[in-house]
């Protein structure tokens, strides 16, 4: 396994399981460092991400390669800019030549420099949390302190590697690309260095910032505001309304408020599901702040906005593996096999949708919401990152016969990349939540659960998907009663569960939870097997097009290398147009057709073994697409279904 810039020390906590030792906040996590907690009803609780640690298998050799990437980044690269902005190169060996400055998306002459430090402030601080390796906490406080640095300097509580003529230009209503996107970033990143890696200093610096924004923005006229609403903002009302949850500064919370985008929520509110032709992921965080608003202060408004958006976009503007989005935007779901084409599913999209699920999640405990968290993260999140290299993708193309692109180590840093370092460093955080009595299990992915406020230590061990069968161990228990709520997933057949080898009679229905209410004790073991089968998802608007899907797993053909560049394209993006305009080069004699009967797939698609490939009657070998890597391949078939011709 190749990984670029790979630094031993960030992988010493490898090979067990370590001692209990952004993001958004989500009820139950962070409990003692936020000055207002949620007030909104909620079902289930969140555990915080150190309590759970995830074992070998497909899942951490993700992690593994993402951690080892972002160990290798020197903090010193990262400030670079930062420091170029503020005059402030002091202490620095060899002074602003010794510098190796970073390109794509990070390189001086973009409008976005300083996205990835924000990012890379999240995903230390969530990576110390999943980890407990010490190398992740010392560089977060290496670059806050940097960053405090830079602040400093400049003087007034700005912070920034861009100069503040570019927020000037933004309030204008004149061409920029999306400054406060930008600083969202830097804000979640320091947020996140508190929550994660108790670091007082980037709160701290947090707040000067948010001080500086109120102080630039409150008193600006409406007009002003509206403008500057039109750019690109991220998430920047929800790091407000976290700033405030954790200062209890009514500030930020006005401040959060000011972010509120009348031309696109206020649809949403009066229950407009069309989505036009919109920014994809300009879209999602903005919902994600009412989220918030909703958690903090229980406004119902809100919450329905949350509800119904989240809902429209599973229902409707989903691919089948859990990704949104062509060419960054909407798209008229009426013609949404048009749409299957090699900009689908911008990775930042699924990101934040995922963010969001979280939160929905929290509130009503839905296992139609873990359904889709699961669909989204093995089939997108899971898929983004190439297993040799650990580079990763922009989007995840669904054209019949296009690959994916990859990034480069020093020359790429696009959005995706950064929302990709804090994907892979958090696997663990939506396996299990739980309420005073009640622990939900919603992923199947080998993991110890250390739940302090019961005593239980909880071991799953599993290969799933490869596998069915999931075991739980109970390693510590208080011995009080406590109902353990495994999902039922919409995709299984009927479970089989036992517990201490007694089976466990099942009363549910799919897309529900198996609930077992005892006295747990030290060594009792709970088995559960879930059964899956091939099926075909067709295309909502196509019945001629779909793909094959087994368990929760989206297959895909593999279409060899003919004709694919090398290198990769997109090596050293600077215009962003170019992702436009890549033309994949599918040679016109690939066989993207298939011919079965959509009832029962598997009379023509057949398991090979007990991994998780797949032949056609005619040769054709299927993997998991997460697993597809470096070759052209087939998700959206055009099916040629025998049980219809038949009919006809």
Not at 78 to 106: D, P, Q, T
Not at 252 to 270: M, Q, R, S, T
């Amino acid at each position: 396994m190749k990984i670029y810039g790979f630094i031993s020390a960030a992988m010493l906590w490898i090979g067990g399981v370590l001692s209990v030792g952004a993001q958004s906040v989500y009820p139950g996590q962070h409990k003692g460092k936020l000055r207002v907690e949620t007030s909104a009803p909620h079902l289930v609780e969140s555990f915080d991400l150190r309590d759970v640690r995830l074992l070998p298998g497909r899942v951490r050799d993700n992690l593994e390669r993402d951690s080892a990437w972002i160990a290798s980044i020197q903090v010193n690269r990262l400030l670079h800019s930062f420091r170029n902005n503020a005059g402030v190169f002091a202490g620095l060996e060899g002074g602003y030549e010794s510098v190796k400055k970073l390109g794509g998306w990070e390189s001086l002459d973009c409008d976005l420099r300083g996205h990835t430090t924000g990012h890379l402030l999240s995903a230390y601080g969530l990576m110390y949390a999943a980890t407990g390796a010490e190398i992740f906490k010392l560089k977060g406080d290496s670059l806050v302190a940097g960053l405090a640095e830079v602040q400093d300097a400049l003087g007034d509580g700005y912070l920034s590697a861009f100069p503040e003529e570019l927020i000037n230009r933004n309030l204008k209503g004149k061409s920029v690309w999306a400054p406060w996107y930008t600083l969202h970033k830097i804000f979640a990143g320091l947020i996140d260095q508190y929550l994660y890696n108790d670091n007082r200093q980037a709160l701290s610096v947090a707040i000067k910032m948010g001080e500086w924004a109120y102080g630039k923005l409150i008193g600006q006229s409406e007009e002003t505001r509206k403008l500057m609403l039109r750019n690109e903002f991220g998430g920047v009302n929800e790091a407000f309304y976290n700033l405030y949850a954790v200062t209890g500064d009514n500030r930020f919370k006005e401040l959060a408020g000011y972010f509120y985008h009348n031309d696109v929520i206020d649809p949403l509110a009066d229950g407009c599901r069309d989505f036009g032709t919109k920014h994809t992921n300009t879209f999602i965080p903005k919902v994600i702040g009412e989220a918030r608003n909703y958690e903090l202060t229980g406004d119902d408004r809100s919450r329905g906005i949350a509800n119904l958006f989240w809902d429209e976009m599973v229902a409707h503007h989903s691919f089948v593996t859990g990704s949104s989005s062509q060419k960054e935007h909407y798209f008229n779901p009426a013609q949404f096999s048009k749409f299957i084409n090699g900009y689908t599913g911008e990775t930042c999209c699924t990101y934040n949708m995922l963010k969001l699920s979280r939160h929905l999640f929290c509130w009503n405990a839905s296992p139609a919401v873990a359904d889709y968290y699961e669909r989204a993260l093995y089939n997108h999140i899971l898929a983004q990152q190439d297993t040799e290299s650990g580079m990763v993708c922009y989007f995840l193309p669904l054209l019949s016969g296009a690959y994916k692109v990859y990034s480069t180590p020093e020359q790429s840093f696009w959005c995706c990349v950064g929302s990709g370092f804090e994907s892979h460093a958090k696997y663990a955080e939506s396996i299990y939540y739980h309420s005073a009595d009640e622990l939900y299990v919603n992923l199947f992915i080998p993991s110890v659960l250390r739940w302090q406020e019961r005593g239980l230590v909880l071991r799953q061990t599993t290969a799933f998907p490869e596998e069915s069968v999931s075991t739980f161990t109970v390693e510590e228990s208080d011995g009080a009663p406590l109902t353990f709520k495994l999902r039922y997933p919409a995709w299984s057949g009927t479970p089989e569960v036992k517990v201490n080898g007694k089976k466990v009679k099942v009363k549910s229905s799919p897309s529900s939870y198996i609930s077992i209410n005892r006295r747990w004790h030290k060594g009792d073991r709970v088995e559960v097997s879930y059964p899956m089968t091939l099926r075909v998802e067709m295309a909502p608007d196509d019945s001629g097009r779909g793909a094959l899907v087994y368990g929760p797993v989206v297959l895909a053909g593999d279409m060899g290398k003919e004709g694919m560049a090398e290198p990769a394209p997109f090596s050293d993006p600077t215009v962003r147009n170019d992702y436009y305009t890549y033309d994949y080069k599918i040679p016109e004699s690939l066989p993207t057709a298939i011919s079965l009967n959509s009832a029962s797939p598997e009379c023509v698609v057949k398991r090979d073994g007990t991994s998780l490939n797949f032949l056609t009657s005619d040769g054709r070998q299927l993997r998991p697409l997460y697993d597809m890597h470096r070759c052209r391949y087939v998700v959206y078939w055009d099916i040629d279904d025998t049980d219809k011709n038949k009919k006809k």
